[in-house]
């Protein structure tokens, strides 16, 4: 088990940048897959990014050329850069890992075991 808490969510203006970060802290952080999605309000949680343990990551389509996902396994952390925001991009974004150790980061929301509590972006117009 891990624990995860995300940071770097706030308020931008179209065409801006975030940075998010999750921090974790437990043991074995660097063998876990770990992902971004996001829910939009009145939306279902939805896949957003994801990295393995062997940094082989995966990215939503209407992300891809955007958002970039990375990690620190020295700091045991994993950055979402986001980049060119738009307002659909209006979200509460969760970290969530994935303990199973398969080699390629799944898009989906049931392999992920540990969760953080999110944090809002929000693109203004």
């Known amino acids: 088990q891990v624990q995860l808490v995300e940071s770097g969510g706030g308020a931008v203006q179209a065409g801006g940048s975030l940075r998010l970060s999750c921090t974790a802290s437990g043991r074995d952080f660097g063998n876990y897959n770990v992902a971004w999605f996001r829910r939009a309000p009145g939306k279902e949680r939805a896949f957003v990014a994801a990295i393995s343990w062997t940094t082989s990551t995966k990215y939503v389509d209407s992300v891809k050329g955007r958002f970039t996902i990375s990690r620190d396994f020295v700091k045991n952390m994993v950055y979402l850069q986001m980049n060119s925001l738009n307002t659909e991009d209006t979200a509460v974004y969760y970290c969530?890992?994935?303990?199973?150790?398969?080699?390629?980061?799944?898009?989906?929301?049931?392999?992920?075991?540990?969760w953080g509590q999110g944090t809002q972006v929000t693109v203004s117009s």
């Open positions: 969530a890992a994935d303990g199973s150790g398969g080699g390629v980061p799944s898009p989906s929301q049931y392999k992920y075991e540990n």
